[in-house]
């Protein structure tokens, strides 16, 4: 059939009908862009093989991971203030050189929330505030002393100055990956869960269950960890010292406690609850760490006092002190023992052994520094002092960024400590209680730094600005009510 110039063909309907509308194509060509993302994806995991043949199942790992926090950030909640804390202890370069699977797993949980909208990002509040300015101080203080003393290592620049950082991205991961209530609590049921994990190494440590104890000495760098069939020795669990495993445990196990005190059954059932605390505690108790030990009973009984449960805690705090003396005697005695026993420098009397030495040390090798270190800081090496550890936060600090950053981390958990007791009185118990935990284990904090540096080692910082970010992030809003983009909310 003939068709004259410039008259348009008629389509049928039925042809007309099988046109992709707008909204079909779209969807054609984000399934096209995710099947070449797809296919570069497994070209990488692939070719990596030839690097090394377990870099296929890291990147395999790596990309679920991050997927999964895309997809649903409360993922990464729970990764940083469970799983985070639980691995700060095992050597460096493990997996990738100079850096630990704890710094690698928050790298990968803070990247996916930072690109991924930032409709989700709550307003800024006076922690952030806080702990951003530690950050800052800490990592410039350590570059501009590494620099000065033309000693910028990167394992001290890890070690040192970014640990403020990796502090802070803690707090800003959990505080902005929970949405609503329910997801403080999926957080905090992990917290719970995954403890029991280090706490059973611990245990099984201290029974020298066959394996456990060469297992951890080739994943934890240190020279503390009891030795395969050697006699009793404290427990450190997947840790290098048994403070930092204690530093670690009570984070959980005050929270658990104080939920059990609480009768809180949407984290867990009573009878797991009980399990929970009952295992972190014997591995508490294992770790024969006076400091945490005395941490522990008096967080207790600050928190419970915060909700007005104190007469309930003295109760199961008594019944808790007689079957812990009972079952576990022979380790306190051992401990009590060597307490006792004057070692290198130290002599008999009321001081007990292991705080003598402390004061030894303290005069030979780090108050000298403190009148050079005060403005700015100075940059100490292993190699600089005979005993390497100062054993005192506050004398670390001083060494690290001056009277500046002692004073920057002090305001941070102070203001920390006035956001966790202000929900511990007002907001209900989904809130109040994992709150007043908190609050309970800040008030003791610096006492606890008297004898050991807990906010810069592995362990409690990990484990502490992990919960406080997820449960304080909750604060301000109603019962059963979840943050929503433009939102306004109260910040305290």
Request: charged residues 10%.
């Amino acid at each position: 059939m003939n068709v004259s110039h410039g008259a348009r063909t008629a389509v049928p309907d039925d042809v007309a009908s099988w046109a992709p509308t707008t909204e079909e194509r779209a969807t054609r060509w984000r399934f096209a862009r995710l099947g070449v993302v797809m296919a570069l994806v497994a070209t990488l995991i692939g070719a990596s093989a030839l690097v090394h043949p377990a870099a296929p199942v890291a990147l395999a790992a790596v990309v679920i991971v991050l997927v999964a926090i895309w997809r649903r950030p409360l993922v990464a909640a729970v990764l940083v203030a469970s799983v985070v804390p639980a691995t700060a202890g095992l050597d460096r370069g493990l997996v990738v050189p100079e850096l630990k699977i704890s710094e690698i797993l928050l790298v990968l949980c803070l990247a996916p929330l930072v690109f991924r909208r930032t409709a989700r990002w709550r307003r800024i509040n006076s922690i952030d505030i806080a702990l951003l300015t530690v950050a800052v101080t800490g990592l410039a203080l350590e570059v501009a002393n590494g620099l000065n003393a033309d000693n910028l290592a990167l394992d001290m620049l890890l070690r040192s100055g970014l640990f403020p950082a990796f502090t802070f991205a803690t707090w800003w991961v959990a505080s902005r990956g929970v949405s609503d209530r329910r997801d403080v609590d999926t957080v905090l049921r992990w917290v719970l869960l995954v403890s029991v994990v280090p706490a059973t190494l611990g245990i099984l440590q201290y029974l020298d269950v066959l394996g456990v104890r060469a297992a951890l000495s080739s994943v934890v760098d240190s020279g503390l960890l009891p030795e395969p069939g050697g006699t009793f020795s404290r427990v450190t669990g997947p840790f290098t010292i048994a403070h930092s495993f204690g530093g670690y445990l009570l984070v959980p196990l005050i929270i658990g406690a104080v939920l059990l005190l609480g009768s809180r059954s949407s984290v867990l059932g009573r009878r797991a609850l009980a399990t929970v605390v009952a295992v972190d505690a014997a591995a508490l108790v294992l770790s024969v760490t006076i400091t945490t030990l005395l941490w522990a009973v008096a967080a207790f009984l600050i928190a419970a006092t915060m909700v007005q449960y104190l007469r309930r805690a003295l109760a199961a705090l008594v019944s808790v002190a007689l079957l812990a003396g009972l079952v576990f005697w022979p380790a306190l005695a051992d401990r009590w023992q060597a307490q006792t026993t004057p070692a290198s420098g130290t002599a008999e009397g009321a001081v007990p052994q292991t705080f003598q030495f402390r004061i030894l040390v303290w005069q030979r090798d780090y108050l000298p520094l403190l009148a050079e270190a005060a403005p700015a800081g100075l940059n100490i090496g292993p190699g600089d002092v005979v005993f390497t550890s100062t054993e005192n936060q506050y004398i670390s600090l001083i060494l690290r960024g001056g009277v500046v950053l002692l004073l920057a981390t002090a305001a941070s958990l102070v203001v920390l400590a006035r956001r966790a007791a202000h929900a511990a009185r007002v907001e209900p118990e989904h809130t109040s209680l994992p709150a007043a935990a908190i609050f309970g284990i800040l008030v003791f904090l610096p006492v606890a730094c008297i004898a050991w540096p807990y906010v810069t080692n592995a362990g409690l910082p990990q484990s502490l600005f992990g919960v406080a970010g997820a449960v304080l992030a909750m604060a301000g809003t109603p019962p059963g009510g979840h943050w929503a983009p433009g939102v306004a909310t109260v910040r305290r």
